[in-house]
């Protein structure tokens, strides 16, 4: 079931910042950080899952399964990829269906033509807008709840230009979505006209080493953004670290102090040991 609590920090004017999780460990971490949302990236569950790139592999079966895990582990409202609804307008009824019943508060879904590509790597293709009208039209109408959002992202910057993606967004924000997401702005300029132009909850992707500008939350909100995601956070650290402390075992045979581990007591709290100690202290195995 949808979180209410997403939809009234949007309507409350808050900000919400969300970071990237792909995987379960990512999920329970940052579930403990005390964000308003937490973002499941398309690119990282894909890579984490399917060792894979995120060009339209992943099937809507491999997405709602690890999407409905994380949301089952998780206390904080979800927000998740759904790529281009995984197909026409009766797999959009069928996705918003299975993704608001595993959890999820808030879908993303696209205009690229299939088989889509991550938002921030050229030769993505998209739709007509009459088409993901159609389709932001039917996901509208097939939540069962209000408190499930829609969000209408455009990939149209990078091949067709900025007024069309702004042109875009209105068309998308009038069909009904709740929030709208332009991909890829290539200057902070280029921003704030989407937020001077479209009069609607805006969304934006802040990718490490994308092609949109790093901007804080402060700014985000100055420029009138609502919601920030840095999806990539989350899976180049873990990349980062895991490098670093593989090439350390291999270099010298044995984990080193030059490695900062996450202390294994720790560990066992944030995967719920301590749950499963107090069930067998109350119902003990009998001998």
């Not at 399964?65 to 089952?72: D, L, N, T, V």
């Not at 042109?167 to 300029?189: H, N, Q």
């Not at 900062?260 to 067998?280: M, P, Q, R, S």
């Amino acid at each position: 079931m949808a979180d209410p609590a997403l939809k009234a920090a949007l309507k409350n004017g808050e900000f919400i910042l969300a970071p990237g999780i792909f995987d379960l460990i990512s999920a329970l971490v940052a579930d403990r950080a005390g964000f308003k949302a937490l973002y499941v990236t398309g690119y990282g569950t894909v890579a984490s899952y399917l060792g894979l790139p995120d060009a339209g592999i992943a099937t809507y079966r491999d997405m709602v399964e690890r999407i409905g895990q994380m949301c089952a582990r998780t206390s904080t409202p979800v927000i998740a990829d759904a790529d281009t609804g995984y197909g026409g307008l009766l797999n959009v009824r069928h996705t918003v269906q299975g993704y608001e019943a595993a959890g999820v508060t808030a879908m993303q879904m696209e205009d690229q033509e299939f088989p889509k590509r991550c938002g921030h790597t050229l030769g993505r293709r998209v739709v007509p807008v009459e088409e993901m009208v159609k389709k932001i039209e039917v996901a509208v109408d097939s939540r069962r709840s209000d408190d499930f959002l829609i969000i209408a992202r455009t990939d149209s910057r990078t091949s067709l230009g900025l007024d069309e993606a702004i042109a875009r967004g209105k068309a998308y924000a009038a069909a009904g979505a709740d929030v709208i997401f332009v991909e890829s702005p290539e200057s902070e300029d280029e921003m704030k006209r989407v937020a001077d132009e479209i009069d609607a909850p805006l969304f934006a992707n802040m990718v490490n080493g994308g092609r949109t500008p790093l901007l804080s939350e402060t700014r985000l909100k100055e420029l009138g953004y609502s919601i920030a995601i840095h999806p990539a956070v989350g899976f180049l650290a873990v990349g980062q670290a895991l490098t670093r402390a593989y090439g350390d075992l291999k270099a010298h045979g044995e984990t080193t102090s030059a490695v900062d581990l996450y202390d294994f007591g720790e560990f066992n709290k944030l995967v719920g040991f301590e749950d499963v100690w107090a069930f067998e202290k109350k119902f003990p195995e009998i001998a």
